[in-house]
């Protein structure tokens, strides 16, 4: 079954505490994407990557960092984290059928 | 830059029909897409259509697309309870160097009245 794997599903914490958001895929797919969710804005693309070591930035990168050592793993990065990140965050493979992971919903007090 | 719009909310009777709209801007894209999302639950995708097709319908599902003027459509017919949901209207394009982008719309948020 084609899975898009996202921990934690919920994460309280501190502005300025680093944190990660980990996101696995187990389609062996070349193309990731993290997306913001606000309510009244959407989902806004954070950052993308096409293949294992290319990474890109989205519409809304600020705050953000990625990484993609290997081809299953995208995690997203918040070196600073601040309140303004309190989002609901997806990681999708991206494709003309994009599959998306079930949402990791994070708040910075 | 590429803008999709859609209406917030919309709010209908268990049996009748559902009509969300979606107007895009970039004559460009490749395929467009109705994806949904129940509360706590992340995007499902429900049904897509390619830029030269005019309709697609999948069991209660029906698509419209006239790119003439930009505007899609997802039919939902005999809505029930559980449609209630957020309706996300996306399109796809291949950038200039070969990535597929998706833009989403805002989002419109369907109640279904019993």
């Known amino acids: 079954e084609a899975q898009v794997t996202q921990n934690p599903r919920y994460l309280i914490t501190v502005t300025g505490k680093k944190l990660t958001v980990t996101c696995s895929q187990n389609?062996?797919?070349?193309?990731m994407s993290w997306y913001r969710q606000d309510p009244g804005l959407g989902l806004r693309q954070i950052y993308y990557?096409?293949?294992?070591?290319?990474?890109d930035k989205g519409d809304v990168p600020e705050g953000y960092k990625v990484s993609r050592k290997e081809k299953r793993n995208f995690p997203l990065i918040l070196e600073s984290p601040s309140p303004n990140q309190t989002s609901l965050y997806f990681c999708?493979?991206?494709?003309?059928?994009?599959?998306f992971g079930q949402g990791t919903r994070l708040t910075v007090v | 830059g590429e803008d999709v719009e859609q209406s917030l909310f919309l709010s209908v009777r268990e049996g009748d029909s559902s009509v969300i709209n979606c107007t895009y801007t970039?004559?460009?894209?490749?395929?467009l897409y109705w994806y949904k999302q129940e509360p706590g639950a992340g995007l499902q995708l429900l049904t897509y259509?390619?830029?030269?097709?005019d309709m697609k319908q999948d069991q209660r599902l029906t698509v419209l697309l006239n790119k003439k003027d930009k505007h899609l459509s997802l039919r939902i017919a005999d809505t029930q309870t559980g449609d209630s949901a957020i309706y996300f209207c996306?399109?796809?394009?291949?950038?200039?160097?070969?990535?597929?982008?998706?833009?989403f719309g805002k989002g419109t948020k369907l109640s279904v009245i019993p």
């Open positions: 996306a399109e796809g394009l291949y950038s200039g160097a070969g990535s597929y982008q998706l833009t």
């Open positions: 990557s096409m293949n294992v070591e290319v990474t």
């Open positions: 259509i390619f830029s030269n097709m």
């Open positions: 389609m062996n797919h070349e193309y």
């Open positions: 999708a493979r991206q494709s003309t059928e994009a599959f």
């Open positions: 970039d004559s460009s894209s490749t395929y």
